[in-house]
């Protein structure tokens, strides 16, 4: 039996996100503290939804990273393989409130100090999905790292994910990014991007053809194109091509997260092995009750429930 469901390797930093919703941050005037970080979300919402995640991460020694790991155990998420550095701060970002794609400002620092002894063979043998993000992957030492613990993971049998979150911002050479990108998704990992990642990754845009035929170029199967308020689609080697409309939301409050969400929730069905539909479906349900919230998923998550209010 394992004994770990998810490992999230990557990005731990605090998100300030801004409290007036739709405003520049150049506008913004005041910010409220969010524990950050697409794999740490991930990590979050999976405890949220009785899975076993354990996160492996960086931050400083200082007072945001205690407050990092505060939270981590009041979510109950395994922060063994976290690591605080003494002499580097915590990673942070400020984030505009919006009900579209967020602008942000990243000041990174910590986040991306991980070593090949925070995650031993041993442990990776534990679970069942090893998950990372492209955020994660474009520095050293982390990407490093990373890319040899997913080789190890793919030899002891594990499934991979990524999800493609590229920003010029964090990762400004885009040649460097898709050879990093080639490296890891020849592991064949199941692969989350959206419509502003692809036209960041590509700086310009391009049709689900040849976004499909790119990344299944590379090695992926499974590819999930989230496109907003436009739904979702997913081409497969093996079960097609299909889509997905969005759930109907009245008003959106805070789309910080959302992937994230859809994203576990996917993971989620597909540790249950759920067919390729449900796993969508089930993931756009969790999307859509984070976008109903500010901050995290809310507490009283019952996932069974989700899943029935689908069928």
């Known amino acids: 039996m394992k004994s770990i469901d998810i490992i999230c390797v990557g990005e731990v930093l605090i998100d300030f996100i801004g409290h007036e919703i739709n405003t ?7 910010y409220h503290r969010f524990l950050g970080g697409s794999p740490t979300n991930v990590a979050v919402n999976a405890t949220r939804i009785g899975l ?46 919006s009900t579209e794609t967020p602008d942000f400002i990243p000041y990174r620092q910590a986040d991306c100090e991980l070593t090949i002894g925070q995650l031993p063979d041993e442990t990776i043998e534990q679970a069942k999905i090893f998950h990372t993000t492209c955020f994660a992957l474009s520095k050293n030492p982390a990407r ?17 994910s990524i999800d493609i979150n590229f920003s010029e911002r964090i990762w400004p050479n885009r040649e460097e990014a898709k050879l990093v990108l080639k490296e890891y998704l020849s592991n064949d990992p199941l692969v989350k991007l959206s419509e502003d990642d692809c036209y960041r990754l590509f700086a310009e845009v391009k049709s689900e ?4 035929d790119y990344f299944h170029n590379l090695g992926a199967t499974t590819i999930c194109l989230t496109k907003g308020k436009n739904g979702v689609v997913v081409s497969d080697l093996n079960e097609g ?18 992937g994230d969400a859809f994203w576990t929730g996917f993971l989620y069905a597909q540790i249950h092995k759920k067919p390729l539909v449900e796993c969508v479906t089930i993931a756009q349900k969790l999307a859509s009750i984070k976008l109903q919230n500010v901050g995290r998923l809310p507490d ?10 689908n069928k």
């Open 300 to 309: 009283d998550l019952n996932i069974e429930e989700i899943i029935s209010q």
């Open 52 to 97: 076993k995640s354990l996160l492996v991460a960086s931050c400083g020694q200082d007072g945001l990273g205690d407050y990092i790991i505060r939270k981590l155990k009041s979510n109950n998420v395994d922060v063994s393989s976290v690591k605080m550095i003494d002499e580097i701060p915590t990673s942070v970002i400020f984030v505009s409130k």
């Open 144 to 160: 490093e790292m990373i890319l040899n613990r997913a080789k190890k993971a793919k030899k002891l049998g594990l499934k991979l």
């Open 24 to 30: 520049s941050i150049n506008r913004t005037k005041d």
């Open 241 to 258: 091509l299909f889509f997905q409309k969005a759930v109907y939301i009245q008003e959106v409050k805070d789309s910080t997260g959302a």
């Open 209 to 212: 053809e040849f976004i499909f």
